[in-house]
Each structure stands twice: as C-alpha cells, then as structure tokens.
C-alpha cells in the first residue's frame, strides 16, 4: 500500500509538474500584454487540458526536473506512510507538498508566485479542517489555534524580515509561508523555512562562485522552501 500511493503520487506530481512548467511560461508571456489580454493567455494555461500540448515542448532537460521533482514528492509519501500519520495528516500533507511543487517550478521559471497558489492552499485547509472534526475531534480546537497562530504570527514575522531584507523576500515568498503556516502550524512551517533558507544559502554560494549569479541577481526561493519542507519530513522520519 506505502508503495502504492507514492507510485500514484509520483505520476500525479508529473501532471502538475508539466503543467506548472506550462504555467509559468503563460506568466512570463503575460508580462508585456495589457491587464485583460494577460487573463486571456493565463486563463488558457490554467486549464488542465493546456497539459498535452506543453508536453511537445519540453526538452530533456525539462524531463530530468520532472523526474526529480515527482521522484522526490513519492518518496516523502512513501516516508510519512511509513511512519504510519494519520490519513487526515497525511491528505494535508499532499495538499501543501503539490502546492509547493507548483510554486517551486513557476517561482523558479518566473520569480512570481500568483496568488492563487497560497489562496488555493488556505481554501483547501478548511475542509480538512472539517474531516479532523469528524476524526480527530480531541485535537480539533488545538488544531484551529495552530493554524491562526502559523498564519498570523507567521506572516508578522515575514512581512517584517520582508522589510529589513528590503524586498529580498518577496511578497509572494510571504503569502505562501504564512499560508504554509495556516496548513502545518508555525513551528513546522519555521523548521521548513529554515531548512530552505540553509539551502538557498548553499545554492547562492555555488551560483557566485561559478559566476552562473552575481550579488545583484535575484534567486528565487520558492524551489529552496518546497526542499526545505521535504528536508523536515525526511529529518521526522528518522529523528
């Protein structure tokens, strides 16, 4: 069964991979247009029917991310299935791990983030919230605090950190954390934070010293907090 759902959940995370990849260039091609000639060329690649044709498009270098991407979001079911999470934990967890592959992939492609993408994640928290009413109603009232202090404090503290990097945060980058917040709690959401800012530091270091980035360039850091809740749930596993 563990085997099973990360295998079903690896090819889902290649759909929504592909369409992210489409997606995002929806966004990019959007950014000279005027505002309702942007909906018209976003509305066509939100539609999941814009999957068949991006996939003609995609080189093999796009095939390789796929792969390690999908590989990579199967695996952190397989782990959280191993460490026998309640189903309600773990339909939460592969709502925010597909979420986040899409702002991974579009964020990297575009460095935006829509807000849809932390809205959708925000919306589909409430009626989980409803089925850990149903099953897990000892813990639902400490639940519903987690999720408002993980918002509330977590968007305070990077709308601020937001503020003193002078806009090296992006806003996009504050809505999806504090939306992450609302998912998971503050402090998994922090840990995950974390995690990515580490990454994002090594990657940074790497991209200068190959002179592939210099100090004035922008690195996304959608990509670096997907990896980081991947690294706390690989980190819970076998902590």
Same mark, same amino acid.
């Given at each position: ?9 690896? *090819? ?26 942007? +909906?018209?060329?976003? +509305? ?45 934990? =773990? ?8 979420? =986040? ?8 492609? &575009? &460095? ?20 850990? *009413? *149903?099953?897990? +109603?000892?813990?639902?009232?400490? $639940? ?20 003193? &990097? ?13 939306? #992450?917040?609302? $998912?998971?709690?503050?402090?998994? &959401? ?16 790497? =991209? ?5 980035? #210099? ?21 819970? #596993?076998?902590?």
């Amino acid at each position: 069964m563990d085997f099973l759902a990360a295998g079903l959940l690896f *090819f889902a995370s290649i759909i929504v991979v592909v369409w992210s990849f489409g997606l995002a260039d929806g966004i990019s091609s959007s950014v000279s247009l005027s505002d309702d000639e942007a +909906r018209l060329v976003l +509305r066509r690649h939100y539609h999941p029917a814009a999957v068949l044709p991006i996939i003609n498009n995609l080189k093999v270098s796009h095939w390789v991310q796929i792969f390690i991407l999908s590989v990579t979001t199967g695996f952190v079911v397989f782990l959280q299935m191993r460490r026998d999470e309640f189903w309600v934990e =773990l339909l939460k967890s592969v709502v925010l791990l597909l979420i =986040l592959l899409v702002v991974a992939v579009v964020d990297w492609k &575009t &460095t935006k983030i829509p807000n849809f993408l932390p809205i959708s994640l925000v919306a589909l928290r409430v009626p989980i919230f409803l089925l850990e *009413f *149903f099953f897990r +109603r000892e813990q639902f009232k400490s $639940s519903i605090i987690s999720s408002a202090i993980g918002l509330l404090i977590g968007l305070l503290i990077l709308v601020f950190f937001s503020i003193i &990097t002078k806009g090296g945060f992006g806003m996009g980058d504050v809505k999806i954390v504090a939306a #992450t917040g609302f $998912s998971i709690g503050l402090l998994s &959401t922090m840990c995950s934070l974390l995690y990515g800012m580490i990454l994002c530091m090594f990657a940074a270091v790497f =991209l200068i010293l190959s002179k592939k980035k #210099t100090l004035k360039d922008v690195i996304p850091f959608g990509p670096f907090f997907y990896f980081g809740y991947v690294a706390l749930v690989i980190f819970g #596993t076998f902590q």
